[in-house]
């Protein structure tokens, strides 16, 4: 009688065991899925605040204001100035935070490819934005990734943080 009190404990032990090894495996499967989902939210995010931005930059006349103004620079007011300051720290502040995303697994390699030959082609077009970018890497504004990032891309090479269109974007200031 003993032997067969062992033996159904011995069993029980084992199932217990094995219940708690599936409750395990089932608990990782669910924190996985738990992460895609917040990637997933995380990524519609991001698209939504590039989608307002393009909105806004267009509806708001900024875009323009942008074109003209690294266009003519000499023809910015002060409180376009304050215009282009604001629309070009928003942007950096937006690919930061695309940056710091990539940076947590939310983009992968080629995804983020993408992104990057984004900014590099817009800050080969945008003189100004160079020049944004230059004063607020000088004012320690921007994380050192990002800064490493924006480097490697251009924004930060000798030549780009031009003196006398940064003195067009300082007018915001005055």
């Not at 997933?40 to 509806?59: M, V």
């Amino acid at each position: 009688m003993r032997f067969r009190v062992d033996a159904i404990n011995k069993w029980l032990k084992l199932a217990g065991s094995v219940g708690a090894l599936i409750g395990i495996v089932l608990l990782v499967m669910e924190l996985n899925q738990n992460n895609r989902m917040v990637k997933t939210q995380t990524r519609n995010a991001i698209t939504e605040a590039i989608l307002n931005f393009q909105y806004n930059s267009g509806s708001t006349g900024l875009g323009e204001l942008s074109a003209r103004a690294n266009a003519e620079p000499e023809s910015v007011t002060p409180p376009e100035a304050r215009k282009l300051v604001q629309y070009y720290m928003s942007n950096f502040r937006l690919w930061e935070n695309i940056h710091y995303q990539y940076r947590n697994g939310v983009f992968d390699e080629e995804e983020f490819s993408a992104e990057r030959n984004s900014w590099r082609t817009l800050g080969e077009r945008a003189p100004l934005m160079r020049v944004m970018y230059c004063l607020l890497k000088q004012r320690q504004s921007l994380s050192a990734a990002f800064t490493r990032e924006m480097d490697r891309l251009g924004y930060g090479a000798a030549g780009k943080c031009d003196e006398r269109l940064a003195a067009v974007l300082m007018r915001s200031t005055g």
